[in-house]
Structures are given as C-alpha cells and as structure tokens.
C-alpha cells in the first residue's frame, strides 16, 4: 500500500532540519555495570543489588560484552571505534535515578562518525552519524490511574542502553521513519538488541528546526522526547514542524524547548526549557578505569559481522532478480530473508519461490504471530510445492488449498495434491476427449475460433476447465483446442 508522504513544509518557503537521538537497550544477560540479571516483566524490585540500587560503597565494573555488542553497531555503521574511551558521570537528581547521576560517556564516546544508508521510495539517502555511547538506564517511576501516590521500579535501573545519535541530515518525517526502521534492522540483524518499542528497550528523540528553504544555518531547534512508536516519531514530527512554520509565518520566534508529544490528542506540550550539557555538571567517572581496545580485537569483531539488511537489500535484487517491493518485505524480516534463502538453496527460482514466502508464508506467519519457520511448513516441502506447480503437477490456484494442508504436519507434497484429489491433469488423451466433448457442445463458439476470435478460445478452456472440476492444466488445453480447430 502505498502511503501519503508526508512532507509538512511542502507549499511553504520553509525546510525542515531533523535529528535523531535513539535509546537501545543491549540483551546482554546483566546489566551494565553489576551483576543482576538484565530481564523485561519482573516483578518490580526484584532484579536489584547495591551496585544498581546506589549504594553508597557498591562498585561498579563494565559488562564486557555490552562494550562488544557497542563495538559491533559501530562497526555496522562504518563509524570510527575509539582505541581509548572513559565513562562519565552526568549529574541530575530524579526519582527514578538513585546515584543522583547516571553513568554515561561525555567527550570521548566509543564510536564517531558513521552513516546509515536509507532507502525512501526509489531514493537512496546516507544519514550521517555523530556518535554511538554506552551508558546506563535509569529506572521507572509508576504514576497509577486514579491513585495518589507513585512508586518507583529499578530493575530497569543500570541496564544497559546504546546512544545512536544522527547528524541533522534528515528533512521529513518519512525520511526519519525510513532511518529509525532501518537502524532497528540493523540492530535485530546484528542481534544486540529486542527492539520492542512498545517495551521501551527502543526509544526515539527527535530535535527539529526549520529554515528558509537553500540556506544552510541551523537554526533554534526542539527536541521531542520518549517517542515509542514509528507512526508517533512521523506525526509528532509533522505536527512540530507545522506548528513552527505558523509561529515564523506569523513573524515569532522558535523558543529552545523540550517537549512531550500526546499521541492520543495529537499535540505536543512544554516539558521544559532546553538544558546546556553544563547543567549536568560532566566529570571523568572515578570508580571506572578507561578502555582500550586492541586493534585484533577490534579487527576480530569486524570479521565476525553478518551480512546488514542494506547490502542484503541490494543482493537479493542485484544477485537474485528480486524486486525491490520482494527484497524490502525480505529484508525486513531476518527469519523470513534466512527461510527464503535456504528455499532457494534448494530450488534456484528465486523469484517463484519470493512469491510464496511474500505471500503464502508471511500471511500464515503474520495470522498466527510466528516466525516463518515456525508455520509449519519446513523449507523443503516449499520448494517441493512451487516444483509442483512449475512441473504442471498442480494449479497454482489450487496451490493454495495445498499450502494450506501441508500447516501442522509433515506430509509429502505429492500425497497432500493426491488426497485432495487437486492434481492437474495434464495427460494428452484424456484432455483431447475433454476438448472434443466441449466443442462438440459449443459449435458456435467453435467456429470462431476457426475464424480467429481469441475470446472464443478463452471461452472454450473455460468450459473444459468446469468439466475437470478444474484440474485440467489450462495452457495443454489452449494448445488443444487450437490444434484441433486448426487455428494455431
Ligand atoms: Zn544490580
Ligand atoms: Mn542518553
């Protein structure tokens, strides 16, 4: 389905200038720096210790792996890994942060620069990066409908979280969607995080400004904060950049502000005034000594990279012929991309075989909520099916009532076409009688197709098709008729 794009400055003298500033979550077992396990839906508290607790004494320690799974998003992302990085403390005092700080990284973060490659509509676009950080997650204050009263839950407290900062290069809210998609690819095909946004463990900041469109200057910015869905990040962003179009049309001001977005009422309210990064009051973190990282080590890491869903994107069209519409749905789908690739190990028609796993396959998988695999319909009985309608064994109408049969079991193909009774005939005596019996019924139809008419033959295939039941193979049926009526 095609959707409107949505571009917010179109018809004003006015660009928009976006940025995003995106949280993960890494699935490491623990957290970032203590030893409690790193696990969503606990019962509040429970997943704690005085490291994450801020314990006055406790020490923190770094989580190795969380550092190699921030070297790798790096590394998928063509940026600079730093050979020598610190933590830092930023101060601010909230409820839900029992430190009074939270341990982050200031002016030497782990990776710089970098690029994610988007894709919108036809366009290819190369979204700079500013920089990637670890840091640590703060806790969650719960505010009850109805009740006075707040509590505050920490065993999200000191989990480990990603900071993916992109340069303003993007300029509408589909542009920004198309990058937050693909960042969270990037991260699911690397494996380093859930990426459930409605969880949390991915969450989206967006600052915004805009400018006489052709100038280049950045002007006084917004940021918008806590964004947990796609669809939110694209309207909230359109929402903000009509609301500072009417501000400059009508001669005010953009204040620097940060603000909420209320998805519900479609509008965004004043949290605060902007902070300066010298309101949190940045040291060097004492209780940490600094990383550094050897470059076989780094190197190693890069060596261990999979394929990333961009280049896996173009292979699928440029190696295997797929469309872009086929290779996109793939791509988006690791589980899906993998199952269609071992179909193809198996049965070299890429494009046959894209079809039922686009269609057939991602439909049951999306009706049940499982993984391509888990529909019950291994990759070698596909192939054994898309075999069977390329051999003319059976219809690729009826095909489907045969997918549908093979779910939840492990019978052949060829047995599931025969039991039920869906087998194309394609067996050059019986279909002749088949032929001769219709034009024996239809003379004047037959005399047409004598005379050339092609919506005669088609008239003519129809009716032996009714009489198989359908089973006839359509194309032997044309050429019959042609042959016997002389007409081909
Ligand atoms: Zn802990
Ligand atoms: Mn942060």
Same mark, same amino acid.
């Given at each position: 389905m095609a959707k409107a794009k949505l =571009? @917010? *400055?179109? $018809? *004003? @003298?006015f660009e928009a200038v976006i940025g995003l500033e995106v949280h993960a979550q890494l699935k490491t077992r623990t957290k970032m720096f203590c030893g409690c396990e790193n696990r969503y839906g606990a019962e509040p508290n429970t997943l704690t210790c005085p490291v994450c607790l801020g314990h006055p004494g406790s020490l923190p320690a770094i989580n190795r792996r969380a550092v190699e799974y921030a070297v790798r998003v790096g590394l998928a992302c063509g940026c600079e890994i730093a050979r020598f990085t610190k933590f830092d403390r930023k101060n601010y005092y909230y409820p839900d942060l029992p430190k009074n700080y939270q341990i982050s990284q200031y002016d030497m973060p782990l990776c710089g620069g970098g690029a994610i490659d988007v894709y919108v509509g036809e366009a290819k676009r190369r979204i700079g990066l500013t920089r990637i950080h670890l840091e640590e997650d703060a806790g969650k204050n719960i505010h009850a409908e109805g009740r006075p009263e707040s509590w505050v839950d920490l065993n999200r407290a000191g989990v480990p979280l990603l900071e993916i900062v992109s340069k303003p290069d993007l300029g509408t809210p589909e542009e920004a969607g198309a990058y937050l998609r693909m960042l969270r690819q990037i991260l699911l095909y690397l494996d380093?995080? =859930?990426?459930n946004m409605e969880e949390g463990s991915l969450r989206c900041d967006v600052n915004v400004s805009i400018r006489p469109r052709g100038t280049s200057a950045l002007e006084t910015r917004t940021e918008i904060k806590n964004l947990n869905s796609f669809t939110f990040v694209e309207n909230a962003l359109a929402h903000e950049i009509r609301r500072q179009i009417k501000v400059r049309s009508s001669g005010g001001t953009v204040e620097q502000q940060t603000l909420l977005y209320d998805p519900a009422r479609d509008e965004t309210r004043v949290m605060r005034g902007k902070e300066e990064a010298h309101d949190y009051r940045y040291f060097p973190e004492p209780d940490l000594a600094p990383l550094s990282f050897t470059e076989e080590w780094v190197e190693g890491l890069r060596r261990s990279l999979p394929e990333l869903p961009a280049a896996r994107y173009e292979r699928l069209q440029n190696? !295997? $012929? !797929?469309s872009a519409y086929h290779a996109d749905v793939l791509v988006r789908d690791r589980g899906m991309a993998d199952f269609f690739e071992e179909c193809v190990a198996l049965y070299p028609k890429p494009q046959a075989v894209a079809n039922w796993v686009v269609n057939a396959v991602r439909e049951e998988a999306n009706i049940r909520q499982v993984s391509a695999r888990e529909t019950g319909v291994s990759p070698s009985r596909l192939v054994d099916l898309v075999r069977a309608i390329d051999e003319g064994k059976v219809s690729n109408q009826k095909a489907r009532d045969v997918f549908k049969a093979l779910l939840g079991n492990e019978r052949p193909v060829a047995d599931v076409i025969r039991a039920l009774g869906l087998e194309q005939i394609s067996d050059d005596a019986f279909l002749r009688d088949a032929v001769s019996a219709v034009i024996q019924e239809h003379p004047g139809p037959a005399e047409d197709v004598r005379k050339g008419k092609k919506n005669s033959v088609n008239f003519l295939v129809g009716q032996v098709m009714r009489r198989t039941k359908g089973q006839a193979n359509p194309g032997m049926v044309a050429k019959l008729i042609g042959e016997v009526l002389g007409a081909s």
């Open positions: =571009d @917010p *400055t179109e $018809g *004003t @003298p380093v995080s =859930d990426c190696a !295997l $012929g !797929l």
